[in-house]
């Protein structure tokens, strides 16, 4: 709570001199959520720089504060800085800070900004932690859990902007690296990506938009337990397992050339509100295995209240690859093959453990009751298989397939 209060105190600062200063302009945003999770075994974040929240009533996952500042230095240059306060794994003052770059406009047509900038991999880039800005409690897990855990980066990106009759289009370049801390499904992970590289190209009329995004980065992770299984394999003897250098070569994250794709396409003309996307992910790392992921969302106005109802699915396109057994085993004691048995296993694990197979259907409610307020409800039942909780922080080893609840309750405001 104490994040919360200095975001506050912070805030203060920043509105009265803004209030003070020509060209300078204070804004905000928050959420005040709670979440019931009914499940034992899996612990629920709406992505894996959050906390996860486990069995119970919790008010950490949704609840956040976000603050803007936007100032005019000249005619073509300004800047933006936002820090967004929520329940991180990493939570220092760098961590909070989402954006502040510097913006060039020449004239209507082109952009170019640099410093700590958003990843424009999806349809919520500008406002994935504005709740207000959406009808939902959170941005859909199946395709934005993951994704959107990498969603700032340190670098520069080129804007095009024109219009085509009554149509706009928009054409972004973008360069940079960045690092986070991840809490994955059974161990805390950090993350590099080194050399992104980012296109999105984007068409929209006056009720529609169609948006495609390719993105491509060197990616290196490193954690406790794949230390330990990667010194493991590396120091078997080549005559008992040939095959331990080759896997620890696979099992380790350095340099790993990651790629995603994605579709997306939104209608909103006042009554019906429109939205999917689809994704693809594909990485040389092994141990994560290609997967697609997508939502339909659906919703109607009826003047301050909208009903909508979301389907959403996550999959991996290939199986995990299977380790043949040492072929050393009949030929050792019992203790040495113990010993190569447990590797084994804890290898053939570890190329299982970010497996993803998982669908949600989602029912929900916002009311707009007062102006820049909502309040939000929302069912959301995932159905998950086996061998595919990875969006979740699991309490005990996957293994058996989960049915869980979320209900949620939350107020989204801007200010």
Do not use: C
């Amino acid at each position: 709570m104490h994040k919360f209060v200095a975001a506050g105190l912070i805030g203060l600062m920043f509105a009265g001199w803004a209030h003070a200063e020509t060209g300078v302009r204070f804004s905000g945003f928050g959420s005040l959520g709670a979440i019931y999770n009914d499940s034992d075994n899996l612990g629920f974040h709406r992505d894996y720089t959050m906390d996860a929240v486990g069995q119970g009533w919790s008010t950490a996952g949704d609840t956040l504060l976000g603050l803007q500042l936007n100032a005019e230095i000249s005619g073509s240059f300004d800047a933006v800085a936002q820090m967004v306060f929520k329940d991180r794994v990493s939570n220092g003052l760098s961590d909070n800070l989402e954006w502040l770059f510097l913006r060039y406009r020449p004239n209507n047509n082109w952009a170019f900004r640099a410093g700590r900038l958003g990843l424009d991999l999806y349809m919520l880039t500008e406002y994935r932690d504005v709740g207000y800005a959406y009808s939902w409690v959170r941005p859909i897990p199946e395709f934005y859990n993951l994704i959107s855990s990498i969603s700032r980066y340190e670098g520069a990106d080129i804007t095009y902007r024109r219009d085509i009759g009554e149509l706009n289009f928009e054409a972004k370049l973008a360069f940079g690296e960045t690092d986070v801390k991840l809490e994955g499904p059974e161990q805390d992970v950090l993350l590099t990506l080194d050399n992104i590289l980012a296109l999105t190209l984007s068409l929209s009329g006056d009720d529609w938009l169609v948006r495609a995004a390719m993105a491509q980065a060197d990616t290196s992770g490193t954690n406790a337990d794949t230390n330990m299984l990667l010194d493991a394999l590396r120091a078997v003897p080549v005559a008992l397992w040939p095959q331990a250098g080759t896997l620890a070569q696979e099992i380790a994250f350095e340099e790993m050339l990651s790629r995603y794709y994605a579709l997306g396409f939104q209608f909103d003309d006042g009554q019906w509100i429109v939205q999917s996307e689809l994704g693809y992910t594909k990485s040389d790392w092994r141990l994560l295995q290609p997967y697609v992921s997508g939502y339909v969302s659906v919703g109607r106005r009826f003047d301050d209240l909208t009903l909508y109802a979301v389907y959403a699915q996550v999959e991996n396109t290939r199986e995990a690859p299977e380790i043949e057994l040492p072929a050393s085993l009949p030929y050792l004691s019992e203790p040495e093959k113990n010993a190569l048995l447990t590797l084994h296993q804890a290898a053939q694990y570890s190329y299982q453990a970010s497996r993803l197979a998982q669908s949600t259907y989602s029912l929900g409610l916002r009311w707009d009751f007062y102006e820049d307020m909502a309040l939000k409800l929302q069912w959301d039942h995932s159905e998950i298989d086996p061998k595919g909780s990875s969006l979740w922080v699991r309490a005990y080893p996957m293994g058996h397939d989960d049915r869980v609840n979320l209900f949620s309750v939350n107020l989204s405001f801007t200010f």
